[in-house]
């Protein structure tokens, strides 16, 4: 029991370290998106899978240390654990809960700024497209009350 309890601890220590380096990551893709640096935002990509595949490897394992002891949950493993060893798994399942929030909440921001991204790409492929259609410019003969013809542009037309 105090193996599985080591490596529980060991995992989500390592899990605490990860959802930080993904809330930098989350940090570093919400300003390339503010200043648009798409290179950036490749970058940050495929380093955030590879974490995102790091965390999820954890997790199985913390899944399998459980049903090596017998054990049904975390908080059951809390809840056998001796008092200092249950205070710890407390202490770093709250902040494994607290850095998942944090991360989320970036996300969230990110995943808005990425949704605007792509309403203001949608804005101007409209533009674009319109301006294609757009028929050229009529030109006509205007008298000004001078008695001087020029040449106007009717955008209106």
Known sequence: MDETLNTLQNILSRQIAIYGELASLAEQQREALIY????????????????????????????????????????????????????????????????AEQLSRISRINAELFENAMDSIRFTIQILAGAAQTPEPCYALADKGRGVNSFLVDHHA
């Open 36 to 99: 648009r640096r798409t290179d950036a935002l490749s970058e940050i990509a495929v380093a955030q899978t590879k974490l995102i595949g790091h965390s999820v490897r954890l997790d199985l394992q913390v899944k399998d240390a459980l049903n090596a002891a017998g054990l049904p949950s975390l908080a059951e493993a809390i809840q056998q654990a001796e008092e200092k060893t249950s205070r710890r798994l407390q202490d770093l399942r709250g902040r494994v809960v607290a850095a």
